[in-house]
């Protein structure tokens, strides 16, 4: 009898051990949900109170009211001080100017080497291809097409030196930002300012990389056609660089930067592999949006359609290759300047949203 309330007692035990393991584990499931909604309710809440503070900025902006809370100086006061503060950063020394200009001349140079032998031969005429031997005939029909490669050695080259520069904006004064959005500066202006200092630098860069270029690469297209869309290509670099400074440590950026500008210059950029696979491959339809979304994916395009339209031999009567259309390039340039603005939005609430307790 001893022995079977013992058996009782022993089972009792276990179940009163389950019940309190049971209740322990929800507890830690309740505590760590719990914490988890807290952090990211406060953090939303925080965000939602900034958006507001940003409307009453605006507001005692345009009524000319002072802030009850801080009086600080307006938008356009801070917006001036602060492009003299960035002007005084960026260019602050000669050297320092025409070391940035070097690395863009050097970039150029290196892709023009790169690609002085990618040409374009279109298809030979059809009397020729008849008495072709027939082991050439499938070389004789179609073009030998070297231009997309070329292309995306280009804008490579814009996104490594774009980025590499581009970086530096942002990268290098976290410290400061932290110190004075907590002292009552805007992140907008401050943007802004940053961004505005940089047009000098992105517009003189974009030249001397375009000059290098052309040293070596046979290209047949105007010059200007090339200028605009390198310097298209380099607002979209050095918005992301804007981004990664931001978001990655300083050490961490040369790298991550080496692997964003491979990403989209060669993976996304309708090269390797081709635009038309990515196209009609249903393999590629949950992401295919992506090359929708890549700059390289269309100045690639714009390169190609100015390139061979000015061949003299070349057949503007059949539809162009790789899923493009002659009317496409002032489209394909519209589209790298829509992303060149999300990029550098993105950069922004980035910057906004990022380390927002130790802007405080």
């Excluded at 309710?41 to 507001?59: N, P, Q, R, T, Y």
């Excluded at 047009?199 to 001397?208: F, N, Y």
Aim: overall charge positive; glycine content about 6%; aromatic content about 16%.
């Amino acid at each position: 009898m001893s022995e079977l309330k013992r058996k009782e007692r022993e089972a009792k035990n276990r179940k009163r051990k389950m019940t309190s393991d049971y209740y322990r584990w929800t507890d830690y499931v309740a505590h760590g949900l719990a914490t988890v909604v807290r952090e990211w309710g406060s953090w939303v809440w925080d965000i939602l109170k900034e958006i507001g503070a940003h409307w009453m900025m605006f507001f005692y902006f345009v009524t000319c009211k002072k802030d009850p809370v801080r009086e600080t100086c307006g938008l356009h006061i801070q917006l001036w001080l602060l492009i003299k503060r960035s002007g005084k950063q960026v260019y602050r020394t000669v050297q320092s100017f025409l070391f940035d200009q070097a690395l863009h001349l050097g970039c150029g140079i290196f892709i023009s080497i790169a690609t002085q032998n990618f040409r374009y031969k279109g298809t030979q005429p059809t009397p020729i291809c008849q008495i072709t031997p027939l082991n050439l005939q499938w070389r004789c029909y179609a073009p030998e097409d070297y231009l997309t490669q070329a292309g995306m050695f280009i804008v490579l080259g814009c996104l490594f030196a774009g980025i590499s520069v581009g970086s530096g904006t942002f990268g290098r004064e976290r410290v400061v930002f932290w110190r004075d959005t907590a002292a009552g500066m805007r992140a907008t202006p401050y943007f802004l300012a940053k961004f505005l200092v940089d047009i000098p630098r992105i517009v003189i860069g974009a030249g001397m990389y375009t000059i290098a270029l052309i040293l070596f690469f046979p290209y047949r297209q105007k010059f200007i056609f090339i200028l605009v869309l390198v310097e298209f290509m380099y607002f979209v670099a050095f918005a992301m660089g804007y981004f990664l400074s931001i978001v990655f440590r300083p050490k961490q950026v040369p790298l991550v930067g080496t692997g964003f500008a491979l990403l989209w210059a060669l993976v996304l950029s309708g090269v390797m592999p081709n635009l038309q696979e990515v196209t009609e491959d249903t393999t590629y339809a949950a992401v295919r949006w992506l090359w929708e979304i890549s700059a390289p994916r269309w100045a690639i395009e714009a390169f190609w359609l100015k390139e061979v339209a000015a061949y003299p031999y070349a057949d503007k009567d059949k539809d162009p290759p790789y899923t493009y259309k002659w009317s496409e390039y002032n489209p394909a340039l519209s589209h790298i300047l829509l992303i060149a603005t999300v990029w550098n939005l993105i950069a922004f609430l980035s910057l906004k949203l990022k380390d927002r307790t130790k802007q405080k």
